[in-house]
């Protein structure tokens, strides 16, 4: 009895001693966090130290959160939580420069109204009438205001970039200015072919949240002195006037951000003619990069057998791989570079390459490759392609890895060294660019790397690949701003089966070849079976005895043809299929089984010990 009281009252000790220390660690440790994601998507980065350890002048955040309406709604308080934790965060990190102000807007309140005047969203709640607020706003000084009008909860990997963008927003007299020259309907329009307006394209809603965007004409000459950056889409058959325009902008220190295209498939074109069979669809500012130190080929597009993307080709068609459409990787971009460094996946479609010329005075810096199995390959292969598939089977890796985006830097010379006419007295030379250039135009496009929602008619953006988040950062640097850059890739929407696609990819190769060899012969097979029917006046299908058994035999040929083509086929995800049997067993019955068989072998021990 005595053990059994002693037991007892250490067992009492013990949780009150466990109830003391968790009350006082709520106390004491009210803001401490110990974080292991893989991105410390809950730990301030150095980006976020540095805009808010930069703050001049005082900011003021209005936290709008409906606390009494949603007492209910579990996820939507933990993590409203986590959002007035990382605000208090950042308030302490500002020392002084940040006001952080908690509100609740009760319904028909002054709270409720200020609330609709920053531009927040009330989203409806029931049935009733009840709404709930969940948002931020920010005022500066001089009654500046930005807000973020409501936190989706899918999105909270985006969060600490949500936040610095808005106070860095605030922080900054005035955005710099990004003048936009395109070829394309970046800012949407009206498709013709589906009798359809479209909306503007998620990329340029990106930028318009950072700089300030100034259209510039087709025929422009010249470049506004307060553009901070020039950004070239899809420039086709530019004037003289232009090109030498754009060429003084770079001589005089501006930077630019080009997209170039051998063949893009984003350009709307104008109806049969010379855009549908390729040459129209090129772009390209072939006398100023030339003098530059760098050349497209606009003839010729790179096609990879290692990066070919997945598409589909009908409802009734398993999907294939395009060696046009690429799904880059990580380990195709440069890791030392700010643009490319935390960029985990991009995408491009019918991309050229670029190369450096001969005697250039400038550096060429590769942003993005290619692997060493892929090839140039013409332009028109592209116009009328039904099936991808027929690119793999002519594919001949050349071993090389090409160039889809680079950075060009260094002293270079002026395309016009004598000017144009009426126009003698530019400058001729310049001690450094700074020039990114990308071979391809159609990974601006939302369908390459963003899924656009509409939530309460706001578009919310999803983003799957990088793309978005390469622009903004090559803008971010090109503008020298790029506090933001360590913020914005921290979080992803989607995160790519990376050993899957490999799986995918080796089987795909493994059997393409007896895939191939099985359907020659049943095309062969096919072939002799209708040279073996014919029809008499009547229509009726004449066969001779030995026709009949020729027939016969070629049809249950073309049978065993066909059962093994479905074997190769199905063969094909029999790796992934092992692979997710293994993650099973690991996730079901392996870990399971090690701690059971851990707690046995510490009972045991401790059995041992007593005898």
Do not use: C
Not at 184 to 202: H, V
């Amino acid at each position: 009895m005595k053990r059994v009281m002693y037991s007892g009252a250490g067992l009492l000790l013990i949780a009150l001693a466990v109830v003391a220390f968790n009350a006082l660690s709520s106390l004491v440790f009210t803001n401490a966090r110990l974080d292991l994601t893989e991105q410390k998507l809950y730990t301030i980065s150095e980006g976020t130290e540095t805009i808010l350890d930069s703050l001049q002048e005082p900011i003021e955040l209005q936290f709008f959160y409906s606390d009494n309406a949603t007492k209910e709604l579990v996820a939507l308080r933990n993590y409203a939580r986590r959002v007035e934790e990382l605000l208090r965060a950042y308030e302490r990190q500002a020392g002084g420069k940040l006001n952080l102000k908690v509100i609740d807007p009760e319904p028909f309140s002054e709270e409720e109204d200020r609330a609709a005047e920053l531009g927040l969203q009330a989203v409806p709640l029931n049935q009733g009438g009840d709404k709930v607020y969940f948002g931020l706003a920010g005022t500066r000084a001089d009654g500046q205001t930005q807000s973020i009008p409501f936190f989706p909860l899918d999105q909270e990997e985006f969060l600490e970039y949500e936040l610095s963008r808005l106070v860095q927003s605030l922080a900054s007299a005035q955005m710099p200015v990004v003048g936009v020259l395109s070829g394309l309907p970046l800012t949407g329009g009206f498709d013709m072919r589906i009798q359809q307006a479209t909306p503007p394209w998620m990329v340029l809603e990106n930028i318009r949240q950072l700089f300030h965007i100034e259209s510039l004409k087709r025929d422009v000459d010249m470049i506004p002195a307060n553009v901070s950056v020039l950004m070239l889409v899809h420039p086709k058959d530019l004037p003289e006037q232009t090109l030498y325009a754009i060429d003084q902008f770079v001589m005089r220190g501006g930077k630019l951000l080009a997209f170039v295209d051998p063949y893009s498939e984003a350009d709307p074109g104008m109806g049969i003619g010379p855009g549908e069979f390729g040459e129209g669809r090129a772009s390209d500012i072939e006398p100023l990069v030339e003098a530059w130190g760098v050349r497209m080929d606009s003839g010729q597009v790179i096609a990879d057998a290692s990066y070919a993307m997945s598409v589909g080709v009908g409802a009734e068609r398993r999907s294939v791989r395009h060696p046009g459409w690429l799904s880059l990787p990580q380990g195709t971009m440069d890791v030392e570079d700010v643009t490319t460094a935390s960029l985990e996946s991009m995408t491009m479609a019918t991309a050229g390459f670029l190369e450096p010329t001969e005697g250039a005075t400038t550096r060429f810096m590769p942003l993005i490759q290619s692997s060493s199995f892929a090839m140039p390959m013409a332009t028109e292969r592209f116009a009328f392609l039904e099936n991808p598939e027929e690119l793999l089977r002519d594919l001949e890796p050349t071993g090389e890895r090409y160039t889809l985006a680079a950075r060009i830097q260094g002293p270079a010379q002026s395309a016009y060294p004598d000017g144009i006419e009426g126009r003698k007295d530019g400058l001729k030379e310049s001690d450094n660019i700074n020039v990114i250039a990308v071979a391809d135009t159609d990974l601006l496009a939302d369908r390459m790397w963003v899924q656009v929602q509409d939530f309460f008619g706001q578009r919310m953006p999803q983003p799957w690949a990088d793309n978005g988040t390469f622009v903004v950062n090559a803008l971010d640097n090109l503008s020298g701003t790029d506090a933001l850059i360590s913020v914005r890739s921290r979080g992803r929407f989607a995160r790519p089966f990376v050993v899957v696609e490999e799986l995918q990819r080796q089987a795909e190769n493994r059997f393409r070849e007896k895939e191939q060899m099985l359907q020659q012969r049943l095309s062969a097979t096919e072939a002799q079976l209708a040279e073996l029917q014919g029809t008499d006046e009547n229509g009726a299908i004449e066969l001779s005895a030995e026709q009949q058994d020729a027939l016969q035999g070629y049809m249950q040929e073309k049978l065993r043809i066909r059962k093994e083509l479905r074997e190769v086929r199905y063969q094909l995800n029999a790796d992934i299929e092992a692979l997710g049997r293994v993650l099973k067993f690991f996730n079901i019955a392996l870990v399971p089984l090690l701690l059971t068989l851990g707690v046995l072998l510490a009972w045991l021990w401790r059995r041992r010990g007593k005898a």
